[in-house]
């Protein structure tokens, strides 16, 4: 059964980093594209950004561009998020999706497998 499991979330400082990781069971990441979504309080789920099956592609969205920095280890079978300079705004549910396929991009409904979620708080 293919599955997909987040974690690394938690309460940090604005200015502070956290690393979520997602990992994947079932399957084997090599020909899939992974994307990291979240949602905020009371608002839509966006897309963050995504890796391409081979990793030589990724997407970010425009308002985490220098500050988050995807990677995967098809080694490992996980994909890493990395979060810099994180802003009270970040806060929210970030979710790791998959689909098989080569090229990435943003729009969730072209994702048809999905982890569970892991928060991320950013306050101070």
């Known amino acids: 059964q293919l599955q997909l499991v987040e974690s690394g979330g938690g309460l940090v400082q604005p200015g502070g980093s956290l690393r979520l990781s997602c990992a994947a069971s079932?399957?084997?990441?090599?020909?899939?594209?992974i994307g990291w979504f979240r949602q905020a309080p009371g608002k839509e789920r966006e897309g963050i950004s995504c890796i391409a099956s081979n990793g030589d592609t990724t997407i970010y969205a425009n308002s985490m561009k220098g500050r988050f920095t995807i990677s995967r280890d098809n080694v490992k079978n996980t994909v890493f998020l990395q979060m810099n300079s994180l802003k009270p705004e970040d806060t929210g549910v970030y979710f790791c999706?998959?689909?098989?396929?080569?090229?990435?991009?943003?729009?969730?409904?072209?994702?048809?497998?999905w982890g569970q979620g892991t928060q991320v708080t950013v306050s101070s």
């Open positions: 999706a998959a689909d098989r396929r080569f090229s990435c991009n943003l729009d969730e409904y072209e994702y048809p497998y």
């Open positions: 079932g399957f084997t990441l090599d020909y899939y594209v």
